[in-house]
């Protein structure tokens, strides 16, 4: 028995003994919501297992996630998609409501994606989809990039600078865009006065990452938290007023 | 156009004038919308502290009048998107109107329908309760067939369109130059790496779907990837989260194979579905990576907070990694965990710079004039507006 299997039979001797003691002692009721809470704990455990090293526990953990996810998944698109909006209707079709008849269209094209699964003989049939999300999706997307990471970014920025602190932030907002943009022209060398300018956009780009960067570990830290309050105090059922 | 609506309402739709009462109350059908809609206009006015607007419809002149709560109006001071940035709407008062209180039931509320003449009272009430008199004005609601106020969405959109054929074109008659990407430049260094290894190579999709233009530009990546792998003949892995992009990568990776001369290297079961929920999906490749420990990760696409979770893992297992994203969120946690990383457009410069098609390479020398454009106009729109006090061309790339 290695270092790996003794630390492995050692935290699930602990953790067997802490629920024994917690549903023993009533700190964890024995229904559902007990059950509940145990099991949460424990897959919690698994996952951060990983920490430590790849384990059976973190397998088990992993595979449990992605079985649930693709089950949940598949329940969702029964009940909000296909159920309401292509079996029901289709299925109530009669002389009125012929209106539907239409559904069938989307139907077909659901169909012809999953002959990719078929033969090459049919396979092309799955073309006609992609065809019409990728097409789809592509005209959906050209004029609301345009709206939001062009309009929307160009308005502000061509503004009035004024000689107060206002007119000083949109000054530096200005060269940064410019020095920005400057950084990604692809058909000139970054040489020169336009190496300037793309350092300049560089150094720019750097310092918004690292806001950005220091602002999401924040937020991944008050998950984390949200975490660790679980265990202690759902869980572990400490008193104290820790989170 | 929009001008021409307000006009027409000032000139036509004038109700009769009371002392006090709010004036040139005007109801038009609010353009630029799908129906079910209309507008109501009149001039600003001081009004003592606490006086509040009252608005009611009625599909009669004469009533009876369904009220409309204010939370229930979209009441603006200005409303540049459906009357434009001129002067004269900063003295005016609009408020859209989609739905009022049926009588009989208060909290059922009726929509405006389309092709029926409603009339609007609007009044001012004080804050000692006196309500000054009315005033009264129709419009019908109408769906339009065009929105104008994204025209100058459709004109740049366009204008970029025929600068990016110019490129195109451009590029076909002669040589274009691009300068040098270091991620890009890597990736055959990357490659070489997993198979002096003997290791395989995992290319990791991000979470967007197949219409994402970032999932879009991972695929051409992928392309070339695979294409280098059938070559090397070195194992690849491409997980994916999305079946639409699963099935494209399939195809795009089994052409790649057989450009390269090795269709017999192709397996299906080289792009697979991981998981389509985002942790499950890490927590799945995470698992993958420690296992069979790949000598070279290729995260490219539009990633959340999964980001760091596989880059981190990436790192830890020694593996060389280039990721591409747009996810801006995401970028400093990829440029701090991975060995090259193409940020943003750089991404979508990449299936140029890699493959020297002229369409490809022609459309990224439109995108540098479009860019340069836009540039100039910026710079121009400031010194206009800063210098002269002229925001006209502030105003043509109004997202408005």
């Known amino acids: 028995m290695n270092r790996d299997h003794l630390v492995f039979f050692l935290f699930l001797l602990v953790f067997a003994a802490v629920n024994i003691y917690l549903f023993a002692s009533g700190s964890l009721p024995a229904n559902m919501t007990g059950l509940g809470t145990f099991i949460a704990a424990g897959i919690t455990l698994s996952l951060y297992s990983f920490l430590y090293k790849d384990n059976p526990l973190f397998k088990f953990a992993e595979n449990l996630y992605v079985g649930v996810a693709a089950a949940y998944t598949l329940n969702q698109v029964w009940y909000t998609v296909l159920l309401p909006d292509v079996i029901t209707p289709i299925s109530e079709l009669d002389g009125e409501s012929m209106n539907n008849l239409w559904l069938l269209v989307p139907t077909m094209l659901g169909f012809f994606m999953l002959t990719q699964l078929s033969a090459a003989k049919y396979s092309w049939l799955s073309r006609i989809a992609f065809a019409f999300v990728v097409g789809l999706g592509s005209g959906l997307a050209i004029p609301r990039t345009i709206a939001a990471n062009l309009l929307a970014q160009m308005q502000p920025t061509m503004q009035a600078i004024t000689p107060d602190f206002a007119g000083v932030n949109l000054f530096i907002i200005l060269v940064g865009v410019v020095a920005v943009l400057v950084y990604f022209f692809y058909s000139v060398e970054h040489t020169g006065a336009v190496g300037v300018a793309s350092k300049i956009g560089i150094y720019f780009l750097m310092i918004s990452f690292g806001a950005s960067f220091g602002y999401t570990i924040m937020a991944r830290l008050s998950l984390l938290i949200g975490r660790v309050g679980f265990l202690l105090e759902e869980w572990l059922v400490l008193q104290l007023p820790l989170f | ?400």
């Open chain 2, 1 to 400: 156009m929009r001008y021409c609506f307000l006009f027409l309402a000032l000139l036509f739709g004038a109700a009769p004038i009371h002392a006090q009462q709010p004036t040139g109350v005007e109801a038009i059908d609010t353009p630029n919308d799908s129906g079910g809609s209309i507008t109501v206009t009149w001039a600003r006015a001081e009004l003592p502290d606490g006086a509040v607007y009252k608005l009611a419809v009625g599909e009669s002149e004469h009533g009876p009048f369904h009220p409309i709560n204010r939370s229930e109006v979209n009441l603006q001071s200005t409303d540049p998107g459906t009357f434009g940035h001129g002067d004269e709407t900063h003295h005016r008062v609009f408020a859209k109107i989609t739905e009022y209180a049926d009588l009989a039931d208060p909290s059922n509320r009726l929509p405006i329908e389309n092709g029926k003449t409603y009339y609007v009272r609007v009044n001012a009430q004080l804050p000692s309760g006196e309500t000054l008199p009315f005033a009264i004005a129709s419009a019908t609601a109408s769906e339009n067939f065009f929105n104008w106020s994204k025209g100058n969405n459709f004109v740049i959109g366009t204008v970029f369109s025929l600068i990016i054929l110019g490129g195109i074109i451009l590029a076909q008659k002669r040589d274009l130059f691009i300068r040098r990407i270091a991620g890009l430049e890597a990736l055959d260094e990357a490659l070489g790496r997993a198979t002096e290894m003997g290791k395989p190579v995992l290319f990791a999709h991000g979470l967007h779907p197949m219409g994402s233009v970032s999932t879009i530009a991972a695929i051409n990546v992928l392309s070339r990837v695979a294409n280098r792998t059938a070559e090397f003949n070195t194992e690849l892995r491409v997980a994916n989260n999305d079946p639409i992009v699963m099935a494209v990568s399939r195809e795009v990776v089994k052409e790649s194979y057989l450009n390269a001369g090795r269709p017999d290297a192709y397996s299906e079961d080289m792009v697979f579905m991981v998981a389509t929920e985002q942790f499950s999906y890490a927590a799945a490749l995470d698992g993958m990576m420690v296992r069979d420990r790949p000598a070279t990760n290729i995260l490219m696409g539009y990633f959340y907070a999964e980001s760091l979770l596989l880059a981190e893992t990436g790192a830890s297992i020694g593996a060389i990694q280039i990721a591409g994203t747009d996810s801006y969120t995401q970028l400093p946690f990829f440029i701090t965990t991975c060995d090259y990383t193409l940020m943003g457009e750089e991404l979508y410069a990449a299936s140029a710079y890699l493959s020297r098609e002229p369409k490809l390479l022609g459309s990224l020398k439109g995108q540098d004039i479009g860019k340069a454009v836009l540039l100039i106009a910026m710079i121009l729109g400031t010194l206009l507006a800063t210098v002269f006090d002229f925001d006209t061309l502030t105003h043509v790339f109004s997202a408005d």
